[in-house]
């Protein structure tokens, strides 16, 4: 293994190809050399632009041993502000908790008030300002995956790649996926993992299932509750394939169901193992 510095080229080992995402905003991770399917990572919003392994090292290595690892960079930053609003959405399904959480943020203000002190932006006026933000997060998420499926589509034919995306990043590469099968390039992807992806269920995503080889597969939990709760209200109630699951047709469409292992937003890569 081998880790290295953030670079916008990384070699696709085994063909020899380069692998280069034209796009300022974004960039590509190499995180470890090995042979097999190039494994290409991206993180959800908030932690998009993260260096390293996070919590992709366990169940990545677990899964696919050996194989040569990247993480795709991606910028989100119009989401920074809504950190204290899903840090107080990820509460693992305890709307107690989020009450008190809300509550807390107002006594605050209203402390900081009294005090002369510039108060902090009340929790209500965030989730006013939520769904815009979120609508700008997840069209930077869908360009970024059309820029990295155009950098495949420039690899060499025989280079492979395996597709994994967590949240927003989910929809990075389902977004990259959809590219590839527009341009009838079939053969690139072996499989794609999608982790509390932050993506609307609907059969418009069928196409991504042509595009592998092996499958596809989403993990959701019906605890996901910033899913629930924060893409609900910015997509107008809109069931996101994290929640829920894909429910799209075909051998190699799966819905794995880790509602019993996963309690929060944050909670799936510490624990899952992939299929």
């Known amino acids: 293994m081998s880790e290295s510095s953030p670079s916008t080229e990384v070699t696709v080992y085994r063909s020899g190809a380069r692998l280069n995402l ?14 097999g399917a190039h494994i290409l990572l991206a993180n959800g919003f908030l932690s998009q632009s993260v260096t390293g392994w996070d919590h992709w090292k366990r169940p990545v290595t677990e899964r696919y041993p050996g194989h040569p690892v990247s993480r795709v960079r991606w910028e989100a930053q119009v989401l920074e502000s809504l950190k204290p609003l899903v840090a107080a959405l990820d509460t693992g399904g305890d709307a107690n908790r989020l009450l008190a ?6 006594d605050s203000a209203f402390t900081a008030i009294k005090e002369g002190r510039r108060p902090d932006l009340p929790a209500a006026a965030l989730l006013l300002e939520a769904p815009a933000k979120w609508l700008l997060a997840k069209q930077r998420a869908t360009e970024t995956g059309q820029a990295l499926a155009k950098a495949i589509s420039e ?37 794609i993992h999608l982790i509390g992806g932050a993506i609307g ?26 899913l629930s709760m924060l893409y609900r209200t910015a997509e107008i109630g809109e069931v996101p394939i994290g929640l829920s699951g894909m429910q799209l047709e075909g051998p190699k469409a799966h819905d794995i169901n880790v509602t019993a292992e996963v309690f929060t937003h944050r909670g799936y890569l510490p624990v899952i193992s992939l299929k």
């Open 201 to 226: 269920r609907s059969s418009k995503w069928q196409p991504i299932t042509d595009v592998v080889t092996d499958g596809v597969w989403n993990y959701y939990s019906g605890n996901d509750s910033v």
């Open 101 to 106: 959480h809300v509550r807390g943020r107002f």
């Open 155 to 191: 690899t060499d034919d025989d280079a492979k790649f395996i597709l994994m995306g967590f949240s927003l990043g989910a929809r990075v590469m389902a977004a990259t996926a959809m590219a590839l099968a527009e341009a009838e390039l079939t053969h690139k992807v072996s499989a």
């Open 22 to 35: 034209d796009d300022d905003r974004s960039s590509i991770q190499q995180l470890r050399t090995g042979t």
